[in-house]
């Protein structure tokens, strides 16, 4: 499974970015999620959907704010961020894993190279 992410930049707080993350290789995961790692700080979950019916999982700093969805048609994953805070500046990696459903970065062995989000204040 090879991922690409893209859609990252800089914008004001308040504002709005569309993540893109385009799957190829083997067909599609159970979950595809993304992380996010901001300097000196653990990689962490942000959202998570199930591909086969794009239930979606999210953590309560962004709940409310972000939303996660695929496009079956184009292999492709979205993460459209909406009222950004500074606190939301990191690297975000879309991640993906088939089998159960797991929230912690260790458990998604297919890892796309990262975009940089950066919300200025």
Known sequence: VQLQASGGGLVQAGGSLRLSCAVSGRTVSSYMGWFRQAPGKEREFV???RWND???Y?????KGRFTIS???AKNTVYLQMDSLKPEDTAVYYCAARYGL????PRYYPYWG???LVTVSS
Do not use: F, K, P
């Open 101 to 104: 459903y797991y929230d912690r």
């Open 70 to 72: 695929r496009d079956n």
């Open 47 to 49: 959202a998570i959907v």
């Open 54 to 56: 794009n239930s979606a």
């Open 58 to 62: 999210y953590a309560d700093s962004v």
């Open 113 to 115: 190279q990262g975009t």
